[in-house]
Nanobody, 134 residues
Framework: QVQLVESGGGLVQAGGSLRLSCAAS????????MGWFRQAPGKEREFVAA???????????DYADSVKGRLTISGDNAKNTVNLQMNNLKSEDTAVYYC????????????????????????WGQGTQVTVSS
């Protein structure tokens, strides 16, 4: 069983920054395939970013085209936490952001192993609201 707790959401002006965190328990971060998704009002939940570990210090990451160059996903082994640094935020980034985990993949050896689909994740956090005002 994996538990996920997100934090760091809030209200920010367009062009500003926020840092989301997802604390995982029940499994080492190194053995989890992790992802961030978001869901805006009236829209389907969509992929934002994903990360997995080689088992050592190397992490592999993947991003949705809409956030490349603005959002950065990273893993903190010591805190068993995945972070999502969001810069140059836009009004279209307004959504509830969800952290997700897949414990079945274990270590990964490249970006090909990253998950972009909702069905590939077994565990989800409660979500954190991000609101970007224009």
């Amino acid at each position: 069983q994996v538990q996920l707790v997100e934090s760091g959401g809030g209200l920010v002006q367009a062009g500003g920054s926020l840092r989301l965190s997802c604390a995982a328990s029940g499994r080492s971060l190194r053995r989890l395939n992790m992802g961030w998704f978001r869901q805006a009002p009236g829209k389907e939940r969509e992929f934002v970013a994903a990360i997995c570990s080689s088992g050592g210090r190397t992490y592999y990451a993947d991003y949705a085209d809409s956030v490349k160059g603005r959002l950065t996903i990273s893993g903190d082994n010591a805190k068993n936490t995945v972070n999502l640094q969001m810069n140059n935020l836009k009004s279209e980034d307004t959504a509830v952001y969800y952290c997700a985990a897949d414990p079945s993949s274990g270590y990964c050896s490249g970006t090909y192993a990253l998950h972009r689909e909702i069905y590939q994740y077994d565990y989800w956090g409660q979500g954190t609201q991000v609101t970007v005002s224009s």
